[in-house]
């Protein structure tokens, strides 16, 4: 099951997909507009999802994520590496595109991709991502 998984995630990886996704992110990671857009689109697109198991797993990582790309975007929070905020970028341009590695089309399949990603990036950032919720500790809530 874990090669399965890893198998899955260098397809994803070397895919046409998200290097095309890469591409894009240092154009969106200059442009706050774009970044929120980009953050409205994939908290639209998982609130989509059913509910339970990797779905609930998905939504609480792009949760964290999106709160990372908009304290980016708003310029609260700047104490990223870019490298980091690409992979963030990238990992939602790959989520919100329907067309991709595996299509979201394909019943619960179609998402397979999409986890096996945003996981990696969660863990590959892990660092960062505490970092930033030690910052999100310190710093008074506005909501």
């Known amino acids: 099951m874990a090669s399965d998984s890893q198998n899955l995630l260098a397809k ?8 095309s996704a890469l591409r894009k992110a240092p154009r969106l990671a200059k442009n706050a507009e774009s970044l929120l857009k980009l953050l409205r689109n994939a908290l639209v ?3 989509e999802l059913g509910v339970g198991g990797v ?3 998905l939504r609480e ?3 964290l994520l ?11 929070y700047r104490d990223i590496e870019i490298q980091n905020l690409l992979k963030i970028i990238a990992g939602f341009i790959y989520f919100i595109s329907p ?6 089309i ?15 990036i969660v863990k590959n950032i892990g ?11 310190t710093v008074p809530q506005s909501n």
Not at 127 to 137: A, D, P, V
């Open 61 to 63: 990582k792009i949760t």
């Open 127 to 137: 660092n960062e991502l505490e970092k930033f919720e030690q910052w999100k500790r």
């Open 12 to 19: 994803v990886l070397e895919s046409a997909f998200y290097r």
């Open 99 to 104: 067309i991709d590695l595996l299509p979201d």
């Open 66 to 76: 999106g709160s990372l790309l908009k304290a980016y975007a708003v310029g609260e």
């Open 106 to 120: 394909l019943p619960y399949v179609g998402f397979a991709d999409d986890v096996a990603l945003l996981m990696f």
């Open 45 to 47: 697109k998982v609130q």
């Open 55 to 57: 779905f609930d797993v």
